[in-house]
T-cell receptor
Framework: GQNIDQPTEMTATEGAIVQINCTYQ??????LFWYQQHAGEAPTFLSYNVLDGLEEKGRFSSFLSRSKGYSYLLLKELQMKDSASYLCAVQDSNYQLIWGAGTKLIIKP | IAGITQAPTSQILAAGRRMTLRCTQD?????MYWYRQDLGLGLRLIHY???????GKGEVPDGYSVSRANTDDFPLTLASAVPSQTSVYFC???????????????FGAGSRLTVL
């Protein structure tokens, strides 16, 4: 079966760095996405990785290792507004998205 | 502001009643999707449409139907609501139905449905 695993919840301190991991087992791979979802709001697109390596976009970076079925989202210089759920999703061989349950990130002052 | 509009925002519904969730986009995206989001689970695809006039079943289509008469509108109908359909429903769209590259989704704000 297809499976996306990510931690349910993480806590970090304002100004610090946090890494949110995602492991996947899917039928085929055509890219991995990270979305941010604030409580009660819609998910919004953060990043897309299809090749191995690190993609940097401001305070946020996303890493992919296809051979290990592994990705992480790195958030630097954490701000209170980064408190949200972070959703990992894999585009399978049919270009359908398989979603993880999301990681709730709590930022403490 | 370009985007996706969903209605209603929230609804409480008696079991057995018929309900249509509305979704309209103004980005001229070809593909549209309906997802449900439940606590502890990932987003689950209910139905999708790759282009106007076509629809397809997702992971959890039972009890739901959709239509795509034009590019902009993609309503989701619950013919006879049951309590297990209590959820938050998100409509989404993308300008690519896949085939190459990133299929980035734009989501509506969601419709919270409670079936009693």
């Amino acid at each position: 079966g297809q499976n996306i695993d990510q931690p349910t919840e993480m806590t970090a301190t304002e100004g610090a760095i946090v890494q949110i991991n995602c492991t996947y087992q899917t039928s085929g791979f055509n890219g991995l996405f990270w979305y941010q979802q604030h409580a009660g709001e819609a998910p919004t697109f953060l990043s897309y990785n299809v090749l191995d390596g690190l993609e940097e976009k401001g305070r946020f970076s996303s890493f992919l290792s296809r051979s290990k079925g592994y990705s992480y989202l790195l958030l630097k210089e954490l701000q209170m507004k980064d408190s949200a759920s972070y959703l990992c999703a894999v585009q399978d061989s049919n270009y359908q998205l398989i979603w993880g349950a999301g990681t709730k990130l709590i930022i403490k002052p | 502001i370009a985007g996706i509009t969903q209605a209603p925002t929230s609804q409480i519904l008696a079991a057995g009643r018929r309900m249509t969730l509305r979704c309209t986009q103004d980005m001229r995206h070809n593909a549209m999707y309906w997802y449900r989001q439940d606590l502890g689970l990932g987003l689950r695809l209910i139905h999708y449409s790759n282009t106007a006039g076509t629809t397809g079943k997702g992971e959890v289509p039972d009890g739901y139907s959709v239509s795509r008469a034009n590019t902009d509108d993609f309503p989701l109908t619950l013919a006879s609501a049951v309590p297990s359909q209590t959820s938050v429903y998100f409509c989404a769209s993308s300008d690519s139905a896949g085939g190459s590259g990133a299929n980035v989704l734009t989501f509506g704000a969601g419709s919270r449905l409670t079936v009693l």
